[in-house]
């Protein structure tokens, strides 16, 4: 059984870093894509990040390049999303997601930016 679990998230101020990681069930290499999404108050669902389950290219939102890096240890089948420069509009829940035809979310953890 596929299962995704957050960790980290929480509230900072403007300008602050925070991290995320998704402890997977099963190999990462299962997956043609792994990443992070968000969905703020009231919106849809959003990309975020996103990169192979193996050796591939990663894909960041606009919103999220040059201050958000998505990694990944392949070994521990954990995949990380280190954010800087946070804005309150980066305030959301922040989902792990995973595709291998089926798609998988994990439970979601809210990130909070405010002064």
């Known amino acids: 059984q596929v299962q995704l679990v957050e960790s980290g998230g929480g509230s900072v101020q403007p300008g602050g870093s925070l991290g995320l990681s998704c402890t997977f069930s099963?190999?990462?290499?299962?997956?043609?894509?792994v990443g992070w999404y968000r969905q703020l108050p009231g919106e849809q669902r959003e990309l975020v990040a996103i990169t192979s389950g193996g050796i591939g290219s990663t894909e960041y939102a606009d919103s999220a390049k040059g201050r958000f890096t998505i990694s990944k240890d392949n070994a521990k089948n954990i995949i990380y999303l280190q954010m800087h420069d946070l804005k309150p509009e980066d305030t959301a829940v922040y989902f792990c997601?995973?595709?291998?035809?089926?798609?998988?979310w994990g439970q979601g953890t809210q990130v909070t930016v405010s002064s």
């Open positions: 099963v190999s990462i290499f299962a997956f043609y894509d």
């Open positions: 997601y995973a595709d291998q035809g089926t798609k998988y």
